[in-house]
């Protein structure tokens, strides 16, 4: 059997992906949460997990590093996709693509009054993609975190991030005013170790597709 390495993230990934691994029979001998190592071992030796920056999954499926992962959409909309396979939605760590303003900022006329609109988001290329797709001209604004902070303290008119429980805009006296897309992980593959790792990957795909659909 060839060795197999499974990319995740710490967090909500690695936590919602573990019962889907235990349903293939892989149980990790670590949590990155308390161990600070970034390779950690399976009951399984030949499987291994790496622990990488949930933006970065992609990019280690893709030239192989990694042979499987789990990324959220939003993550591989921005990725493109390239060299990945995307077999199944494993329907973990769901929330929604929001754009938001600061309460009271009146939005719809804004966006009418054919005025460039000031957005910041860490997701630029949905951003850039929603607001072309409405015909409404934006200046971007490239964040990388604490979005939230970029209207209140007049950095953009508006924001395009994750929204889960709506707690963070909530406590930033932010609103949501349109939905793009709801978010939920995805299963990503390296195409070519999929041909060449089928015997092992295969079966742990299927396990992976047995468990999401219970
Ligand atoms: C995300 C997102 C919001 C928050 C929304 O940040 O950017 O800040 O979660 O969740 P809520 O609706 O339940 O409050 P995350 O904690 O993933 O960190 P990030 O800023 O690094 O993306």
């Known amino acids: ?31 990155p949460e308390t161990s600070r190592k970034l390779i950690i071992d399976t009951n399984n030796p030949d499987v291994r997990v ?12 893709q030239y192989g590093a990694a042979d499987i992962g789990v990324a959220g959409k939003d993550i591989l909309i921005e990725h493109g996709g390239e060299g990945l396979y995307s077999p199944l939605d494993l329907k973990i760590a769901k929330c929604r693509m929001m754009v938001a303003v600061r309460e009271g900022f009146d939005y719809a006329k804004a966006v009418r009054q054919g005025n460039r609109l000031k957005v910041a988001s860490k997701y630029t290329k949905i951003a850039r993609e929603h607001f072309a797709g409405k015909g409404v001209h934006i200046d971007l604004i490239k964040l990388y975190g604490s979005m939230e902070l970029a209207p209140l303290a007049g950095l953009a008119d508006a924001i395009v991030d994750i929204v889960s429980t709506g707690g963070t805009l909530k406590a930033n006296q932010l609103v949501a005013v349109e939905h793009i897309v709801d978010i939920s992980s995805r299963l990503v593959v390296n195409q070519a170790s999929l041909k060449v790792k089928r015997e092992t990957l295969q079966p742990i795909i299927y396990a992976f597709a047995q468990a999401v659909e219970k």
Request: proline residues 7%; without cysteine.
């Open 1 to 31: 059997m060839t060795g197999i390495t499974i990319a995740l993230s710490k967090g909500r990934i690695f936590d919602e992906t573990l019962p889907l691994l235990a349903a293939a029979g892989i149980v990790p001998t670590e949590n």
């Open 50 to 61: 790496v622990i990488v920056r949930a933006s970065d999954v992609p990019t280690y499926v």
